[in-house]
């Protein structure tokens, strides 16, 4: 957004952060409110960000969609989705094998090959090459056939695997990793039972190149179009464990998990906020007011949105605090949330409104 005037207002000492999925939307269905709401912080000059732990998309697809979707004029530079961060984790994968999964078809080979992998794998090329490493499959002569690439035969070494948003088929992919966390060095089709056992040197994982498991969204329940929320990727995180602990008779499983609420996860967030808001409305010049004070965290899921922000500790000194929205995965009715927020509003309107006279 170019500034009309030309002038650069004052920037904002307060800033705002918006889950998504319950908060703005319901899967594609706007939440009344939501779109006005941003549009006027737009024309008031607040900066806001959208930080989802939903994903499965490019960056630019999801926020054109978005944009169109709420007619709010969004850009890039104020988007956050699970896996944004993992980008930057490509210049060091360059010439290893990844294994990324969590989208329609191979959506997420192009994600992640718009981040800049270069040798994408994804679950359909795997299915496709060696179709009986998993039976009973319905899928594999449509989706798989259309979306996987068959791989050359031979010695297949997967360094990396990455969830990047909701696996479709739960039941290969967890065939699929934990295969991978059974390999002898990552070496699909091979097996090993040290991997996990506390009691060899470096917990029993091949130091060098043992696939390392990344997941984006600890979500156990999103809000969706169903009126009762649907399982997330954290369920899915919760299938695998439970399969590993009886796989293995609980030898340690390695992952590393961001997200919502994870800390990681929020400083990231911060850090795209602050250079938001310094390229739409400029770096004030003094010291107090160049740094955001205050963020408001508008969310409805009190185990991601709220507890996240609650549990931040800026380096900067920002304080967040949450609002937690009734238009989502927390219903009242079912009692005081697992996680209390600052705030409790009916939606995301009445949030802002809070936030603002709270302000002054
Ligand atoms: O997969 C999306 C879901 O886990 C939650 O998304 O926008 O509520 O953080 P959001
Ligand atoms: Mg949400």
Redesign the pocket.
């Known amino acids: 957004r170019s500034l009309s005037t030309g002038k650069r207002p004052t920037a904002s000492p307060f800033a705002f952060a918006f889950?998504?999925?319950?908060v703005l939307l319901r899967e594609s269905k706007p939440i009344p409110g939501a779109a006005e709401t941003l549009r006027y912080l737009q024309k008031n000059e607040i900066p806001f960000i959208l930080l989802?732990?939903?994903g499965g998309k490019h960056e630019s697809e999801r926020v054109q969609e978005l944009s169109d979707k709420l007619k709010v004029d969004l850009s890039n530079e104020q988007f956050i989705q699970s896996h944004t961060p993992f980008r930057h984790l490509a210049a060091d994968l360059l010439d290893k094998n990844i294994l990324v999964t969590g989208s329609d078809a191979s959506k997420v080979r192009e994600v992640a090959e718009q981040y800049g992998f270069k040798r994408v794998i994804i679950p359909a090329d795997i299915l496709k090459t060696y179709p009986n490493i998993w039976p009973f499959n319905p899928l594999l002569d449509t989706v798989y056939e259309n979306s996987g690439r068959v791989l050359p035969k031979g010695e297949l070494k997967i360094d990396g695997v990455f969830v990047y948003?909701?696996p479709r088929d739960w039941a290969f992919d967890i065939q699929l990793i934990l295969d991978l966390m059974q390999t002898e060095n990552g070496l699909l089709g091979t097996y090993s039972q040290k991997n996990g056992r506390k009691d060899l040197p470096n917990g029993g994982w091949q130091s060098d190149g043992q696939p390392r498991l990344f997941f984006s969204?600890p979500?156990l329940l999103?809000?969706t179009s169903y009126h009762l929320s649907r399982f997330?990727?954290g369920s899915f995180q919760s299938a695998i464990r439970g399969i590993w602990k009886d796989l293995t008779g609980g030898r340690d499983l390695k992952y590393t998990i961001i997200g919502?609420p994870h800390a990681y996860t929020y400083e990231y967030a911060e850090r795209v906020l602050s250079q938001h808001r310094a390229d739409t409305f400029g770096k004030p010049s003094d010291a107090e007011t160049s740094r955001i004070q205050r963020v408001y965290m508008v969310g409805?899921?009190p185990e991601?949105d709220i507890r996240g922000a609650n549990d931040y500790r800026s380096p900067e000194g920002t304080a967040w605090r949450s609002i937690l929205v009734k238009t989502g995965v927390w219903d009242p009715e079912r009692g005081s949330p697992s996680c209390e927020p600052t705030h409790r509003a009916d939606n995301v309107n009445r949030a802002v409104q809070w936030a603002l006279a709270q302000e002054g």
């Open positions: 889950d998504i999925d319950g989802t732990n939903g948003n909701d969204n979500d999103w809000a997330g990727q919502k409805d899921n991601s």
